[in-house]
């Protein structure tokens, strides 16, 4: 799996199971995270970990992140997506 700064690369569908968490559209992740609408589109179609250049995976993560999602690992119970504990 690739990295990005240490952390491991989402999956596309935890990107599709955190917009869900938020309510957010692509066009809302487009927007939060600088990346185009067309590459989120191509992003989560393929399933797994998403594609692309590591910005575009670290800037789809931090986007994520501090809207108040926090990535879940596959570490026998599989990977997940939930909001961030305050």
Do not use: H
């Amino acid at each position: 799996m690739a990295k990005d700064q240490g952390k491991p690369r989402i999956s596309s569908e935890q990107m599709r199971a955190a917009r869900g968490l938020l309510r957010w559209e692509q066009k809302d992740l487009a927007r939060e995270s600088k990346v185009s609408l067309p590459t989120i589109t191509r992003l989560e179609l393929t399933p797994g970990p998403i594609g692309g250049w590591d910005r575009t995976a670290e800037a789809i993560r931090a986007a994520f992140e501090t809207a108040g999602i926090e990535f879940l690992e596959a570490n026998g119970s599989g990977e997940g997506v939930r909001f961030r504990k305050s």
